[in-house]
């Protein structure tokens, strides 16, 4: 069989589709192609079997036959070499007896209105060819009691229903019993709201009845008809003629799942807005109707599994309900394909094909061989050349590119704040989030009023700074205004005020700190904007989606010659646990769903796929941390870091010791680059000064008037940033506020990056110094000793470190998760194989600390390992995590190994410093490439059971070493020296296709490969990610499990100490009276202290749950627990 390059089995060749010569697309089949083409049909049987086609005829109305998704599924199914696809004319099918119909050996054949399926039961009857979809149970799919009757036997959950038949002659005469709220049908009663539908399956007049208690009516469901498919009536009583069904109404949020099977071990899922919410249909540019792809729990692959058997349709669409943690089938369509998706049409045409050639090449003598499933077990060679598993992938990965970020701080001590903080609940926790737009306008309001009583009474008791009240009061107006393509209006999820509760006011910046403490509690208010994912965030987050697919090996198979299927096999076949989980910034949800619409090859835009697929993991501090309620020792480290950094004078060795005990190269570097930090920070100062200056001049410039910088934003707004950064950076005493480095170097990056077309002089001399400032205060931030690094990593991340000691324990345990039930499982090799993938997106504070606890926790000893030591010195070297920083945990299982074997499971920690900076390509630091093939080899010789050979050898176990075009925008490769990771753009630049990389390689092994720093084609100025660097490959799980027990234990201690001191301390205190006359409640909270790791406590600056009014979440989130009960 030929097969064309990067095919599979798919012969290049153009399809073989045979029409009927209604609509003038093709001549009509004369007796000559019959013969050909279904030899055994013809007289002359002893024809030559070599030309032997297998013909699937196509058997239904002509608008089915004609409809995109079937023209597209039949044209991939027509390059199967031995495919033949025969269209019945509607003509033929609608008035020629069954004997003159086209001959097929495979038909597919489904009813609609108007299609004769009695006539098509007595063809099948008649030529007995193989049946994708059985044709008798087709009557039974027209008739919603019988659909109710076999899905009941099957033990698949319905909604509570009941069955009204009435006689056409005597509709009166029924079981039903009306009230105002209510109906009894045969003696059960079905409260408001209930659902009526008809039982003939063709009638979609569906009604739903409301309450009167939410004003009564009733929706009423249609077929769609432009962009309605329902309408709101004020009648409410039931009908009184016709059949129906009764049933309970499941509240599902406003979507409905719909599943459409290929068999029954492949299902594609989408959800739909209800069109019982408000009747109207959500379409998109194109007019289509939008769908938005959807994960299916296990559970729910079970009962697709058992809708494609009992009714004995292969291609089979069905709706379900998810409501209240269960999902409920309320309707099965029968024959149903997925409209728009590229990625179904081809599984689909790969799954019919198979189906086919598994049934009919033996009997027609056609050589074929079927892959085996076992197949796509995601086997790997290790460094010892043995072959194993893949079971767990845990990767963390920072948010992408964003907009600068912008804070603002005031300690606040006014009742109206105080009241405000308490309406929503700020006293359960001690802290408060609020990002809705009727909290923001709450805050304004209590700005201006303040500000209107300064401006009458001067000398009145407003302890609040009136520059702070006007600088709040001015951002929240300037960006309720703004429009959706600037920062964000208000629109809550790139705005935030967080308040939080000071005991005893906030405490001094520094020893130095002149400013006069107040007595008394205060709140902290820190109001943020900016930080909104870009669009150059969302392309590298898509695309080091596509990319991680390599870290799935297979895609043999129907899938050789795609790298980076292997993934998209297992996940289709139901045996990919994902979950994706992110904290509950804007930012990191959205590059969250763009990483998994690149993963899983989605369509669409990113919104549906945020609310149906990322988990907002704001419970028990997972992902989320209020940097600004910092614990003591962070608050310390802190004001070390601004007393050095305010010394006018160089750096003296002592200083040295200081600021970089460890002793870290970059470190040392920026340090030898300052100099001194004070004359630096004059410069920045000076620098800046000289930015907004030349800001100004643009803005009377009448030429820049209409100037539209990056992501929309004008000139004024740039203006506003800077300004607002050389106010901030220079305090009123002449001295420099350190805490603003970080912001400084922000906004430079990112006009560097984004707006460098202005031409604005001494940026890049800007970026220098700010960065070599910023590469000192942002990773000390986290600790300057090792002590304090990992004190400080824990408070941010001991929940993370549990819950991935937990994905570690889970996988090698004896669990259901999607693995398919045993009594379903025929007809898969390997139902029992699974991946699991867990995915944790988050925002810097959680990558800095996850990698301290990696880097100073203990996990191996360095003067005993050379790999960790190695990885150590890279480690060290490395200057910055920027966006898309990457820590990924990989799990194998040797099977050859005794189940209770330390061998059994091997684990391996990769990581890359995320997307690569200005300037970055000559200092980047080296490291040894993804999975090496051994600890040992500095040589590059090759080993017996490495990446290269078996690439070499063996092609459809390891890595494809040719770039392979799998995607519209983006081939991935996987380089076979190095055997990083590579995600190609398309270009017309070279015909070895090394055009813009995600991931240019900077590994030793492969120095000849040269990063071209072009970023993505169609996006301005993307910068490329470094590959994943493997830190070490040998690990073993116990080894890994019992270093994260300890660090829990120990992390948990910590935080009880912490917990008691300052409890006791925080329970000496009263909460502040709202009203002079009121009487003072203590404020208590709400943790035992004999369960300090239950839930971290709020006071501590822990990382904690804390209340978040606002911010997209998915319907399927758990509740927090107080036992890290996560949704696994």
């Not at 739909?272 to 729990?297: N, Q």
């Not at 071209?1012 to 116990?1038: A, D, M, Q, R």
């Not at 948990?1052 to 300052?1062: C, G, I, M, P, V």
Request: aromatic fraction near 8%; include cysteine; glycine fraction near 6%.
């Amino acid at each position: 069989m030929s097969q064309s390059s990067g095919q599979g089995m798919y012969n290049s060749g153009l399809p073989r589709f045979l029409v009927g010569n209604e609509g003038g697309e093709s001549r009509q089949l004369d007796d000559k192609d019959m013969r050909n083409i279904s030899g055994s049909y013809g007289e002359d049987e002893e024809e030559d079997q070599s030309e032997r086609q297998i013909v699937v005829g196509i058997c239904s109305m002509m608008k089915k036959s004609k409809s995109k998704p079937m023209t597209e599924i039949m044209e991939r199914l027509c390059k199967f070499e031995y495919i033949t696809v025969v269209i019945f004319p509607e003509e033929v099918i609608l008035h020629e007896p069954v004997e003159k119909w086209p001959l097929c050996d495979c038909l597919i054949s489904f009813h609609s209105k108007g299609f004769p399926l009695d006539k098509a039961v007595g063809y099948a009857k008649l030529r007995n060819p193989v049946l994708i979809n059985d044709l008798n149970m087709q009557y039974y799919i027209q008739d919603r009691r019988e659909v109710y009757r076999i899905l009941q036997e099957e033990g698949i959950d319905l909604p509570r229903y009941a069955v009204l038949n009435r006689d056409p002659d005597r509709p009166e005469e029924c079981n039903l019993v009306e009230g105002e709220d209510h109906v009894e049908v045969n003696g059960e009663v079905f409260h408001k709201p209930f659902v009526e539908k008809p039982v003939s399956a063709e009638d979609h007049n569906v009604y739903i009845y409301y309450p009167t208690s939410a004003g009564g009516g009733s929706q009423r469901l249609f077929r769609k008809i432009g962009s309605r498919s329902s309408v709101y009536s004020p009648e409410s009583t039931v009908r009184k003629t016709g059949s129906y069904i009764y049933e309970e109404f499941m509240p599902t949020d406003g979507t409905d799942v719909k599943v459409y099977t290929v068999g029954p071990d492949y299902a594609h899922a989408e959800a739909r807005k209800s069109p019982a919410l408000d009747g109207k249909v959500e379409r998109d540019s194109e007019g289509k109707e939008i769908r938005y792809p959807v994960m299916l729990t296990a559970m729910e692959k079970l009962v697709a599994r058992k809708v494609c058997l009992a009714f004995k349709q292969t291609v089979c669409g069905f709706d379900l309900l998810r409501a209240n943690g269960h999902s409920f089938v309320c309707d099965v369509n029968g024959f149903s394909f997925v409209k728009n998706s590229m990625k179904y049409y081809d599984d689909c045409a790969k799954v019919l094909g198979n189906m086919v050639m598994r049934e009919l090449a033996p009997q027609f003598h056609i050589p074929w061989s079927i892959p085996m499933e076992a197949e796509d077990i995601p086997i790997v060679p290790t460094t010892s050349g043995t072959m194993m598993e893949l079971r767990c992938v845990i990767a963390v990965i920072r948010h992408g590119d964003r907009t600068p970020k912008q804070k603002m701080k005031m300690e606040v001590r006014n009742a109206l704040f105080f009241d405000l903080f308490e309406k929503y609940g700020g006293y359960k926790t001690g802290k408060l989030k609020l990002k809705k737009p009727k909290q923001l306008q709450e805050v304004l309001d209590i700005a201006r009023q303040l500000l209107a009583e300064l401006v009458l009474h001067n000398d009145c008791e407003i302890e609040e700074k009136k520059s702070k009240l006007e600088q709040l009061k001015t951002v929240l107006e300037m960006e309720s205004s703004l429009n959706d393509n600037q920062y964000g209006h208000f629109s809550g999820i790139n705005r935030k005020v967080q308040l939080t509760y000071l005991p005893n006011g906030q405490p001094k910046a520094s020893s130095e700190e002149e400013d006069y403490q107040k007595e008394g509690p205060s709140l902290l208010l820190v109001l943020k904007w900016g930080g909104e994912l870009t669009p150059a965030g969302r392309v590298q987050a898509e695309e080091l989606g596509r990319a991680f697919r390599c870290m799935y090996p297979g895609g043999q198979g129907d899938y050789a010659g795609f790298p980076g299927c292997g993934l998209l096999r297992l996940h289709s076949t139901y045996r990919h646990d994902l979950k994706i989980y992110a904290s509950d910034e804007g930012r990191v949800q959205m590059t969250a769903a763009a990483f998994a619409k690149g993963l899983l090859a989605l369509e669409g835009e990113l919104t549906p796929i945020l609310v149906q697929m990322v988990k907002s993991a704001n419970m028990n501090g997972l992902l989320d941390s209020d940097s600004d309620s910092l614990i003591d020792c962070q608050q310390r480290v802190k004001a070390r870091l601004h007393e050095i950094m305010q010394k006018n004078k160089d750096f003296s060795e002592e200083d040295y010791n200081k600021l970089a005990p460890t002793g870290s190269p970059s470190l040392v570097n920026s340090m030898r680059v300052i100099v001194n930090p004070v004359r630096t920070c004059d410069q920045v100062h000076t620098l800046i000064k000289s930015l907004t200056c030349q800001i100004c001049r643009r803005l009377e410039d009448p030429k820049s008037a209409d100037l539209q910088l990056y992501h929309s934003e004008t000139l004024e707004l740039m203006l506003q940033r800077w300004s607002k950064l050389e106010r901030d950076f220079r305090m009123k005493n002449g001295r420099y506020d350190i805490s603003k480095i970080p912001d400084i170097y922000d906004c430079v990056k990112y006009d560097t990056q984004h707006n460098s077309s202005l031409s604005l002089e001494d940026t890049l001399e800007l970026f220098r110094l700010s960065r070599a400032l910023a590469d000192i205060i942002i990773p000390q931030e986290y600790g300057i000793t090792k002590a304090e690094k990992l004190d400080i990593a824990s408070a941010y991340c001991l929940p993370l470190v549990k819950k991935i000691q937990l994905d570690l324990q889970r996988t090698h345990e004896d669990e259901a998760v999607n693995k398919l039930h045993p009594l379903y499982s025929r007809g898969v090799m390997s139902p029992g194989r699974h991946v699991r993938t867990r995915l944790y997106f988050t925002s810097e504070s959680h990558v800095h600390s996850l990698l301290s606890i990696f880097r100073y926790g203990g996990l191996l000893d360095e003067q005993k390992d050379e790999q960790w030591k190695q990885a150590m010195d890279y480690l060290s070297a490395v200057t910055e995590l920027n966006y898309m920083t990457q820590i990924v945990i990989m799990l194998y299982e040797d099977n050859n190994k005794d189940p209770s074997s330390e061998e059994r499971f091997h684990v391996e920690l990769h990581f890359s410093p995320g997307v690569k900076g200005c300037k970055d390509e000559d200092n980047a630091p080296m490291g040894f490439g993804f999975r090496p093939a051994s600890s040992e080899n500095h040589e590059k010789q090759t080993n017996p059971g490495s990446l290269e050979d078996l690439s070499q050898d063996e092609p459809d176990r390891a890595v494809l070493t040719e770039p392979i075009n799998i995607q519209r925008k983006s081939p991935l490769i996987r380089n076979r020296k190095a055997g990083s990771m590579e995600a190609l753009s398309e270009s017309n630049t070279s015909s070895r296709g090394l055009a813009y990389r995600i991931f240019p390689s900077s590994s030793r092994q492969s120095p000849e490969i040269k990063p071209s720093g072009l970023g993505f084609e169609g996006c301005s100025l993307v910068p490329s990610i470094y590959p994943l660097e493997t830190l070490h490959n040998s690990l073993s799980l116990k080894q890994v499990d019992e270093f994260l027990t300890a660090l829990c234990k120990n992390g948990s201690e910590s935080q009880f100490k912490r917990l008691k001191s300052l409890s006791a301390m925080f329970e000496s205190h009263s909460q502040p009276s709202i009203d002079v006359d009121s009487q003072e409640t203590p404020v208590s909270t709400p943790i035992q202290l004999n369960q300090p790791a239950s839930k971290p406590v709020w006071y501590t600056g822990s990382p904690s749950s804390t209340v978040s009014s606002a911010g997209p979440s998915s319907p399927s989130v758990a509740e927090p627990s107080s036992n890290f009960g996560f949704n696994e």
